[in-house]
Every structure is written in structure tokens, then in C-alpha cells.
């Protein structure tokens, strides 16, 4: 069974992504120069289609554009982090289900 959401996670980078903007709170396209600009383009499409991310234009001098998380972005991004934890044994599960 596909959900929406695997689907979106399961691409290539959007993890990374969704975690790279939390960690630096605003980035800018040129952020990603070790990445193929076409795969970063369409996963940004990806991630402000669903509301994870959110862009905006900045004018100074030349157009930029900005990325940030939503509310709905953070909150994935926590819960990246915490299945991130768990994976690397940082969280104890002693006594959990």
C-alpha cells in the first residue's frame, strides 16, 4: 500500500532536504551545489505542493528564492529526527511497545 506520504518521503533528497532546512532555518537554491539542481528543483516543487515548505522572493539586486518549513514541515522534521534517534539507538526503548 503507497500513501502520499511514502511516496513523497521515498524520493530521492527529500529527507535530506526536509532536515537540511530545519537545521539552517532559511536557505537559499544555491545551498544545494552537491546535489543535481534538477532533482533539488523537483523536490522543492514536491515539498511546497504538500505544505511542508514554504518560498518566497527576495529582491535585492537579483531575484532570490528562499525556503523555509511550514508548521507541518516541523513537525515531520521532529519526527524525522526522532525515528533518526531511534534508528541509531540514541533513544532507549527499554520498557516501551
Known sequence: ?????G???E???TVDLVLFI?????????D???????????????????GVIC????RTGRNVTLYSLTRKGHMIADHLRDI???LCG???LEGRE
Open 32 to 50: 544545494f551545489d552537491e546535489r543535481g539542481w534538477t532533482t533539488v528543483n523537483k523536490r522543492l516543487r514536491s515539498l511546497v505542493e504538500a
Open 22 to 30: 530545519r537545521d539552517k532555518g532559511e536557505i537559499k537554491l544555491t
Open 11 to 13: 524520493q530521492k533528497h
Open 7 to 9: 511516496t513523497l518521503l
Open 55 to 58: 518560498e518566497r522572493q527576495r
Open 1 to 5: 500500500m503507497s500513501t502520499r506520504a
Open 90 to 92: 540514541e533513544i532507549d
Open 84 to 86: 533518526d534517534s531511534i
